[in-house]
């Protein structure tokens, strides 16, 4: 088994997590590949950008946060190389170990003690560009504090105009995420849906609306002060002027997440919530 590590060095701070890993399969005699943005760590290694370490890779230690995870994702995803997540962020929802038992999880993995937890993409089109989202696609108003007028079908059929700060369409990974926070439901990962949210509708009867993901989704920007931006997965893509449209579906691509055979979604949804509450009162 080859792995390899793609850390975020704002957050595995001085490399201590990816020293500590780099140290433990060494001495296990695995063969292990570091992205390039380790090469400051001084470790004597074979170097790949984010593509080719993805490649080349059977499973890719991730430490970081969620932000971190979507960002080599779509590259597992392409190369079929499976992801171990280590929580160094915050909510770490996608995230399967934390610092402290990653040396005894990584043990349950090499010996094969872990199950496959498949999580599917959406395909974006806009432009005559095509763009892969994890979590979610997010139409949003531009600069100006004026809000953006839109328009959604499915299938052609018409769903609503909404008068808004932007439009959210998610899966049930990024669920938890921006959709949480704008009023939106969370759809356990194994339902196949997909969640529509208004951002701040000027509306009382706007509301956030699950669909079967195998529907074709498609929003149009009416009107949008300077222009509106189109957002994948927290990444600004496009601008987007009035008239223009996006068309969203679901992907063939998926990414595989390597879990214990202990995990249990829910109890790890009790259990980010709860911090979450306690963290806000305190």
């Not at 890993?21 to 004597?44: A, I, N, T």
């Amino acid at each position: 088994m080859k792995i390899g590590i793609y850390a975020n060095l704002f957050r595995d701070l001085n490399g201590n997590a990816t020293k500590a890993l780099f140290s433990v399969l060494g001495k296990k005699g695995v063969e292990v590949l570091l992205s390039d943005e380790l090469r400051c760590l001084g470790l004597d290694a074979r170097y790949y950008s984010r593509i080719a370490l993805a490649r080349e890779s059977d499973v890719v230690v991730v430490f970081g946060g969620d932000g971190t995870i979507l960002r080599i994702a779509r590259e597992c995803a392409r190369y079929d190389a499976m992801i171990f997540a280590v929580n160094l962020g915050h909510r770490g929802f996608l995230a399967e170990s934390d610092a402290a038992n990653m040396a005894v999880n990584i043990e349950e993995l090499l010996h094969g003690n872990y199950v496959a937890d498949t999580r599917t993409f959406l395909e974006v089109r806009a432009k005559c560009s095509k763009f892969y989202a994890l979590n979610e696609v997010v139409l949003a108003r531009g600069t100006r504090t004026k809000v953006m007028k839109s328009e959604v079908r499915l299938n052609g059929a018409l769903v609503d105009r909404y008068t808004s700060d932007g439009i959210i369409i998610s899966t049930p990974t990024g669920s938890t995420a921006y959709n949480l926070s704008a009023g939106g439901p969370i759809i356990a990962p194994d339902v196949d849906a997909l969640v529509i949210t208004p951002i701040s509708a000027h509306s009382l009867h706007s509301r956030p609306i699950v669909v079967n993901n195998k529907n074709e989704i498609w929003v149009e920007v009416q009107h949008a002060e300077p222009h509106a931006h189109l957002n994948i997965d927290g990444e600004d893509v496009l601008n987007l002027a009035d008239g223009d449209t996006i068309t969203v579906t679901k992907s063939d691509l998926s990414v595989r997440f390597m879990r214990l055979t202990t995990f249990n979604y829910y109890e790890k949804l009790l259990e980010k919530m709860r911090y979450w509450s306690s963290f806000d009162n305190e």
